[in-house]
T-cell receptor, first 114, second 113 residues
Framework: AAGVIQSPRHLIKEKRETATLKCYPI?????VYWYQQGPGQDPQFLIS???????DKGSIPDRFSAQQFSDYHSELNMSSLELGDSALYFC?????????????FGPGTRLTVT | DAKTTQPPSMDCAEGRAANLPCNHS???????VYWYRQIHSQGPQYIIH???NNETNEMASLIITEDRKSSTLILPHATLRDTAVYYC??????????????FGAGTRLAVHP
């Protein structure tokens, strides 16, 4: 079965650079969630999109923005990168129109900021 | 969403049942109990969820007490590949992308030969 695809899998950037992470949800899923997991920490919710509109927002820095496109893929844009942004970034997708909403996670993008 | 409490770590012998408890004493009537797990640095994986009845799927069983204040995730025959952090999450279900997961500390399950 198709799974959530994230690219790139690994990314190394320097401080103050920008990064773009991409997420391709499972076909027919209408919702995308982004999570950040710092070293030794539990995943933390950043932002979600339902039917291409932002639906919920967590502790996402103002330097980050995201959107969901007409083909339902999503991109997380991160600017003015800081050392503390080094983390695993997970995307999850679900079919949430009925509220069933089991979330299926991608393999993550490991971002290292030097 | 209701707060959950899980033991920080547990051990289990391979082939035996692993029983992972979760307390959620402040759960409200419309909140579901979800279980996810995360194998080292992989994306979290959905396991099972329930409202008040016991549930079983190909991965695990979920036993919810009658008062719904606690639950137990059962892996009937644990294997080494079940070594992971297991998260118990309680939340309502809303349509339209409002079902963010709030991960607590979880239980680190170690399955040993």
């Amino acid at each position: 079965a198709a799974g959530v695809i994230q690219s790139p899998r690994h990314l190394i950037k320097e401080k103050r650079e920008t990064a773009t992470l991409k997420c391709y949800p499972i076909p027919r899923h209408d919702t995308v969630y982004w999570y950040q997991q710092g070293p030794g920490q539990d995943p933390q919710f950043l932002i979600s999109f339902y039917e291409k509109m932002q639906s919920d927002k967590g502790s996402i820095p103002d330097r980050f923005s995201a959107q969901q496109f007409s083909d339902y893929h999503s991109e997380l844009n991160m600017s003015s990168l800081e050392l503390g942004d080094s983390a695993l970034y997970f995307c999850a997708s679900s079919f949430s129109v009925r509220g069933d909403d089991e979330q299926y996670f991608g393999p993550g993008t490991r971002l290292t900021v030097t | 969403d209701a707060k959950t409490t899980q033991p920080p770590s547990m051990d289990c012998a391979e082939g035996r049942a692993a029983n992972l408890p979760c307390n959620h004493s402040t759960i409200s009537g419309n909140e579901y109990v979800y279980w996810y797990r995360q194998i080292h640095s992989q994306g979290p994986q959905y396991i099972i969820h329930g409202l008040k009845n016991n549930e079983t799927n190909e991965m695990a069983s979920l036993i919810i007490t009658e008062d719904r204040k606690s639950s137990t995730l059962i892996l009937p025959h644990a294997t080494l590949r079940d070594t992971a952090v297991y998260y118990c999450i309680v939340r309502v279900r809303s349509p339209g992308g409002y079902n963010k997961l709030i991960f607590g500390a979880g239980t680190r399950l170690a399955v040993h030969p």
